[in-house]
């Protein structure tokens, strides 16, 4: 079997960024060789590159990270055949076991077994996308038509996200919705929503130019800025959150207050929004808790028991990647232009550190907001 060398971005420390070559052999049976072209950076990446550990993940070894990706085909194993040299491509990076009991029930994304590229959490490390080329599943590589971008193809990972909560959320089209956090997980999150019908979809962020932009862009039909405070005792923290739970509710759509919502996605993790999150919900509602913030919190359960509103997990995705890549083909009405989150790009494997760099900031040297970075190496 023929063995090649291609470059690779790899993490050594805190910040510790170093351009390596690494033997890449030629595919397996049931593999696709690609070309990697377009890689978002994402917030669990961020972690890595700044801390070298995610939370209590502790990286272990030398690790490429990289997972919101999109290529082109350049080989095939012998027994693929739905794929060929020259195909444009969504990269799916979790590779579960197939096997378990969640497997079987297409629950994939929270199989034990699961390795997924730039996470640390299985050892030895499935190395991420930050590299030439890889050797992937082709079960796990979705066919992109020509009318996708490849940068839009990488955003289907995150997308995949906001697809996986609305599912769960299961709500009807007629329903209103807040999201707590204006980054790309949450704009992406309220621009599903807008996609599929919401009656009113209401953003709320703790930076101003973050609210604006998912206004003006057609993610929101309202928003609204956070107030920065700083409670210490529980009882200051639940008086700040009902605060902030009746300021969505007084946004006003069309001339009409919000009200309470059919559902919060809450895509910050940070403690008073999961709290805000629980009464800002009406009776029978749903809070989606998608972002990984404080592992400890303390929230009013009361609140949500007496009034049956359901706090549901939400971790990655499964079964969402042909969906995404239907709703770019044939976009829905509400959908708004999702290339608008790529604020800003790099090139090449050698701009990886900048990228990074870029990626932690709030806003660029010239004033301009970062929302999705993209390491573009076409």
């Not at 193809?153 to 919705?177: C, D, F, K, Q, Y």
């Not at 703790?206 to 932009?213: C, E, G, P, T």
Request: net charge neutral; proline share 5%.
């Amino acid at each position: 079997m023929s063995v090649e060398t291609v470059k690779a971005s790899v993490l050594h420390g805190e910040k510790d960024l170093r351009l390596e070559e690494r033997s890449l052999p030629a595919p397996s049976a049931d593999e696709v060789q690609i070309t990697v072209q377009s890689t978002g950076l994402c917030g669990s990446d961020l972690h890595y590159f700044g801390h070298f550990r995610n939370g209590d993940i502790l990286v272990r070894e030398p690790l490429t990270l990289g997972h919101e990706s999109s290529g082109t085909v350049v080989a095939v194993g012998s027994g693929v055949s739905n794929l060929k040299p020259g195909d444009r491509v969504a990269l799916e990076v979790g590779l579960p076991c197939e096997d378990c009991e969640y497997c079987s029930s297409g629950r994939y994304n929270i199989c034990r077994g699961m390795k997924f590229r730039s996470s640390a959490k299985a050892f030895p490390h499935m190395q991420g996308t930050l590299q030439e080329r890889i050797n992937h599943p082709a079960r796990w590589v979705h066919k992109l038509p020509e009318t996708i971008p490849l940068d839009l193809g990488a955003l289907i990972e995150p997308l995949s996200v906001a697809m996986h909560a609305h599912r769960r959320a299961n709500l009807t089209s007629e329903s209103t919705v807040l999201v707590f956090g204006a980054g790309a997980v949450g704009l992406l999150s309220a621009a599903v929503s807008k996609a599929n019908g919401a009656t009113a979809v209401v953003i709320a962020d703790i930076q101003k130019d973050r609210v604006d932009f998912a206004v003006n862009n057609g993610f929101a039909d309202a928003g609204f800025v956070v107030p920065l405070a700083r409670p210490q005792t529980i009882d200051e923290k639940l008086a700040y959150a009902q605060q902030v739970a009746e300021q969505a509710r007084s946004v006003k759509v069309n001339g009409k207050e919000v009200g309470e919502v059919g559902a919060v996605y809450e895509c910050t993790g940070v403690e008073s929004c999961l709290q805000s999150a629980i009464y800002a919900t009406k009776p029978g509602g749903k809070v989606m808790i998608i972002g990984m913030g404080t592992p400890v919190l303390t929230l009013p359960m009361s609140a949500a028991a007496l009034r049956e509103v359901d706090l549901v997990g939400v971790f990655r995705y499964a079964n969402t990647y042909p969906a995404a890549i239907e709703m770019l083909s044939n976009k829905p009405a509400g959908l708004p232009n999702l290339q608008t989150l790529v604020t800003h790009r790099f090139k090449g494997l050698d701009q990886v550190q900048s990228a990074f760099e870029m990626a932690g900031k709030v806003k660029d040297g010239e004033g301009k907001l970062v929302i999705k970075v993209v390491v573009d190496m076409s």
